[in-house]
């Protein structure tokens, strides 16, 4: 967060740039006008955008023409989160949480953010708003831009693995075709100022030792390649929950994801829903046990269905504690959590406080998959309540985990890919 990444696009477009909402009443009623008022409101968009690009690359050449020609550099009438500054600090934020101020720069990082006083040359940021590096902490990028080769028919979890294991089958062997797709994902995440990146590596669990031996050589050449330019690159090598319970599965794939660098422990909780506690909680004592003796972290996929039966997070919260108490320090990282939102209060209410007392421990929200994924018609065991594909019903619940009552607790929370 000490690097400078980037100025955004000016935010104050919409004062700019009034949007004619005024005349769209006028407008629906003769269609034809309306259309034609269409195409032209598209147009002068179009324009409206290529402006602000040249604005934005303009101001992007300049900084870095002052960054290489100058040591220090200010940047004046930037905007940053309040979240972003010292609590100790006096800056006021506006109703958007953003504080204006100017940013000082020395040897390419951040050393002072005064309040807009500042005598002398600046770089006038025109109200852009400053951010930190992007983390994006959960990711699938071997499954990235597969699109339409492994379109998803009903929208739901089901096919979503289904599909996922034909492309595996048809092109994850290919080391060209994982390597590419990987390294532009994260191409396009560096683009828009992301600097720190963890990807399941789907496939490291498949008995097939050449598409195990695909994923992890991909892996490592793109961590080193972007290392070089100052992206950090984590892994996580998952197995299914039950499975790091049998010592025979467990350790081979154990010893295959310590010899990579960068590589850390992680499994598919799946639908406990059916599976006596103790045994869950014997799955999560092994798991737990193996991170601690190797020294690395954990990320799991947990209770991300629509089974309000599902609660492995239960279990989950009994192990973590019993893990802290044994001397088990490394940050641990919980993905998707959706089931937890369909829970009773008491059991919502013991959940969130028994995370809250185990930190480091991070929650990673999904937006962007779990709203279209859950309570979609195709979805079945043993992933989900059995929902009918060819029956017409439209999806009514959200699909999110308790991110504003997880925040409240003092629970770490992000939004992931």
Request: proline content about 6%; some cysteine.
């Amino acid at each position: 967060s000490e690097r400078l990444l980037r100025c955004g696009l000016p935010s104050r477009v919409a004062s700019l740039y009034p949007y004619p909402g005024s005349k769209m009443a006028l407008l629906s009623r003769v269609p034809l006008t309306f259309a034609l008022s269409g195409a032209a409101l598209a147009a002068a968009s179009f324009t409206l955008g290529a402006l602000l690009n040249r604005r934005h690359g303009l101001l992007r050449l300049k900084l870095k023409l002052l960054a290489r020609a100058k040591r220090t550099l200010v940047l004046s009438r930037v905007r940053v989160p309040r979240s972003l500054l010292p609590p100790s600090s006096s800056f006021v934020s506006d109703a958007e949480g953003l504080v204006d101020c100017d940013v000082h720069i020395l040897d390419g990082k951040i050393s002072a953010i005064d309040a807009g006083q500042t005598v002398g040359p600046k770089c006038d940021a025109g109200g852009s708003i400053l951010l930190s590096c992007f983390t994006d902490a959960h990711t699938h990028m071997i499954k990235t831009h597969g699109h339409p080769r492994t379109r998803n028919p009903t929208g739901s979890i089901n096919d979503a693995l289904r599909v996922e294991l034909i492309d595996q089958e048809a092109n994850w062997l290919s080391e060209e075709d994982v390597y590419r797709r990987m390294d532009f994902a994260i191409a396009t995440a560096y683009h828009y100022g992301t600097r720190a990146m963890r990807t399941h590596l789907d496939g490291t669990n498949s008995p097939d030792a050449q598409l195990r031996a695909t994923v992890y050589t991909a892996f490592t050449k793109l961590r080193a390649k972007w290392a070089a330019k100052g992206v950090c690159l984590q892994g996580v090598a998952n197995l299914y929950l039950p499975l790091w319970g049998k010592p025979a599965l467990a350790e081979p794939h154990l010893e295959e994801a310590m010899s990579h660098e960068g590589v850390l422990l992680g499994a598919y909780c799946g639908n406990v829903n059916g599976t006596p506690f103790a045994e869950t909680e014997a799955h999560l004592d092994a798991l737990f046990a193996y991170a601690h003796a190797h020294g690395v972290q954990v990320d799991l996929h947990i209770d991300e269905t629509n089974d309000p039966q599902c609660c492995c997070l239960q279990p989950l919260v009994h192990c973590l504690r019993k893990a802290r108490a044994n001397g088990y320090t490394k940050p641990v990282l919980l993905g998707h959590l959706t089931a937890l939102s369909l829970q009773t209060p008491a059991v919502q209410r013991e959940v969130v406080a028994g995370l809250a007392a185990l930190r480091p421990l991070t929650v990673i929200v999904h937006p962007a998959t779990n709203l279209g994924l859950q309570d979609r018609r195709g979805s079945m065991p043993p992933h989900c309540v059995e929902i009918d594909a060819d029956t017409p019903r439209t999806p009514q619940w959200r699909g999110l985990t308790l991110v504003q009552e997880l925040a409240a607790a003092g629970g770490g929370g992000a939004p992931g890919g």
